[in-house]
């Protein structure tokens, strides 16, 4: 019973302070949290290099982000990550919500079978960042990792920035292309730009703790799942949430009063009571306990010029819903193959406009299901709470009550229909959504179409059809026999999923972006420059 | 808003009445939040619902 050994990176003076000639690097990445790390290796994985500044030297310290979704693993898999967290990681789907000592509502996250990712895995953060940071060393040409490198000062050239980076074997300045600001909440580029942060401060507290147990607090069969109550027996009148994370580590959330003394709170013989109240007797440690406030909050804009921010820099969430991690890494996927477009002209500086919008979009989806989920666990006065207690009570037998408890509208992917880059059409999966898994069968054996889509333009043709040979365009044909890669739909998952019949094109963030029933060399690439953002003009 | 209840309007307001005799103010309001969220569930219709709050929010006296 130890605990996450954390081992500290190792600190490399910089080129720029051992008198080696100033270089110009593409792309500076500011801060190495998960965010940050993923957009590197995206970049990498593209050929484009990158330098992660970090101020820091270890992985994430305690307890912070647990629950990934689906979409996440499946970018995570694309960048090569994504069976190893899967491996480690606690799977689960089922959540199910409390009053008091019943159970009144359970949801299922994943229904139904063939996809190789589950609904979501608990792992904590600093595996996260570790096995991050391992990927990005099989990169050792195209990313640098620099920790302990604190970057105090940039300024936007306008086609280039430049950095101040403070180190313990002094001060130095850096020129990059782009500068992606992965700093985190508390983003001092956001500061010094002086841009307003603005949203909801959720004035409730709540504890946080992880404990390590070796029996299961989840009851009699110990299937890990996401248990939600509202006023439980163990915590009169508050919320409480457990989770399973690996190594036998158990989180649980605790709210506490609006005026509770946070300090006071997290002392270990406050925090022991309150634990044995759920646990009962059974032995435990408590690995880490903090008391946190949530907001609710966004940047404006989040792409100025040359500055671009990604992940919490430019939006926070509370917890309730696991939008925080998931919604960034939903970020780098979006960002990731259009800055390494544009570095290598392929498509115009204006399709980085476009990150703004898809992902403002999405984070503003983020940000209404957290903020109503937190407003529903925190009755804000006595008419919120009786409506919710109202609820509560009628949810006990009456199903449509039972859909308005709000313990957390868990991350999904975001949709991107309607958008500009997106050409209009009609299909089972419409343009906008992300790829939907599905397993295949193909020449050497079963396999996912997830593992088979790669990371660029990619036509997918179902039923007896010829794609076209456009040059940058992957192909892949869905039961048939053609001279590009084919497999078959196994199970009728992708059939069911896509239709017998239809040809989608995918982004290389793994988004369909067109659809169409025969298309020409001609369709593809102009549903190609569309999505490049080379036709603004005529789409906006 | 149309008028819906049409013959039976002294049946609905007495039923209403009846609903909430004997019940103390707390009970009552209790009440008549269970009945907003069932008569919502029955209405179902979004738009429906938003115009209904707002019309209602119209006549506040403060
Ligand atoms: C209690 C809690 C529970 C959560 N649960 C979940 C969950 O279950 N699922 C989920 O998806 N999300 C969850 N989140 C949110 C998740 O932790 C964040 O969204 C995630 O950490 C954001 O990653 P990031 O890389 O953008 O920022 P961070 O992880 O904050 O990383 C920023 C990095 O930048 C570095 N840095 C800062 N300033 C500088 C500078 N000037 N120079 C150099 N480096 C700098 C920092 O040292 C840090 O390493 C939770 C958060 C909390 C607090």
Excluded at chain 1, 38 to 47: K, V
Excluded at chain 1, 411 to 439: I, T, W
Excluded at chain 1, 459 to 472: A, N
Aim: negative net charge.
């Amino acid at each position: 019973m130890a605990g996450y050994k954390y081992e500290p990176f190792d600190y490399v003076k910089p080129p720029e302070l051992s008198g080696a000639a100033p270089a110009l690097y593409p792309v500076a990445i500011i801060g190495a949290g998960p965010i940050g790390l993923a957009l590197a290796i995206d970049l990498a994985q593209r050929g484009i290099k990158s330098v992660v500044l970090d101020d820091n030297n270890v992985v994430s310290v305690g307890s912070r982000a647990i629950c990934w979704a689906k979409r996440t693993l499946e970018i995570f898999n694309r960048l090569g990550v994504g069976e190893r967290m899967l491996e480690k990681g606690v799977t689960w789907k089922i959540g199910r919500n409390f009053h008091g000592d019943q159970e009144i509502y359970n949801f299922d996250l994943l229904p139904e079978d063939g996809h190789k990712y589950p609904a979501f895995i608990n792992l904590q953060q600093y595996y996260v960042e570790q096995y991050l940071v391992e990927r990005a060393r099989d990169f050792p040409e195209l990313i640098e990792l620099r920790f302990k490198n604190r970057v105090t000062g940039h300024k936007d050239h306008g086609d280039h920035v430049t950095l101040t980076v403070e180190t313990p074997d002094g001060t130095y300045e850096m020129v990059a292309e782009y500068y992606i600001a992965c700093d985190g909440a508390n983003s001092a580029t956001r500061e010094r730009m002086g841009l307003d942060f603005t949203g909801q401060t959720f004035q409730e507290q709540f504890l946080i703790a992880d404990i390590e147990m070796e029996d299961s607090p989840f009851g009699e069969n110990a299937v890990p799942e996401r248990w939600f109550w509202f006023d439980p027996p163990f915590h009169e009148g508050k919320s409480a949430l457990l989770h399973a994370q690996p190594d036998n580590i158990y989180r649980i959330d605790l709210q506490l009063d609006v005026d509770a003394d946070g300090k006071a709170e997290s002392a270990p013989e406050k925090v022991m009571p309150r634990i044995k109240a759920i646990v009962g007797d059974k032995p435990f440690r408590l690995d880490w306990v903090s008391v946190y406030k949530f907001r609710c909050i966004k940047l404006d804009r989040f792409v100025h010029n040359r500055v671009i921010f990604v992940g919490d820099s430019a939006h926070v969430v509370s917890p309730f819903g696991a939008r925080g991690g998931n919604g960034g890494i939903q970020d780098v996927d979006n960002i990731g193959w259009k800055l390494a477009a544009v570095l290598k002209s392929e498509a115009p500086a204006e399709l980085i406009e476009t990150y703004h919008e898809e992902r403002s979009h999405g984070s503003a989806e983020n940000i209404l299901n957290s903020s109503r989920a937190t407003n529903f666990m925190t009755p804000k006065t006595p008419v919120e709470a009786l409506f919710r207690a109202e609820v509560l009570k009628l949810a006990h037998d009456q199903p449509f009550a039972r859909r308005l408890v709000n313990s957390g509208r868990l991350s999904q992917p975001c949709s991107l229909a309607g958008m500009r880059l997106q050409s209009p059409g009609v299909a089972p999966l419409e343009p906008g959504q992300p790829l939907l898994d599905a397993p295949l069968d193909g020449a050497e054996g079963p396999t996912w179409l997830l593992d088979v889509v790669p990371p660029q333009f990619c036509l997918i043709g179902f039923g007896e059809v010829d794609l076209p040979d456009v040059p940058g365009v992957a192909r892949i044909g869905i039961n048939t026999i053609r001279e590009y890669p084919c497999f078959n739909s196994r199970d009728g998952f992708a059939t069911k999923r896509y239709g017998q019949q239809g040809v989608y094109l995918i982004r290389p963030d793994g988004h369909v972006c067109a659809v169409f029933s025969e298309p020409d060399r001609h369709d593809v690439e102009r549903a190609c420059a569309r999505a490049q953002g080379k036709m603004m003009e005529q789409a906006a | 808003m149309s008028d819906n209840l049409g013959l039976y309007q002294d049946d609905f307001y007495n039923a209403l009445m009846d609903a909430h005799a004997g019940l103390s103010e707390s009970a009552s309001h209790a009440l008549n939040a269970r009945l907003v969220l069932m008569l919502a569930n029955r209405v179902g219709d979004i738009e429906t619902l938003k115009d209904i709050l707002e019309k209602a929010r119209e006549y506040n006296d403060e």
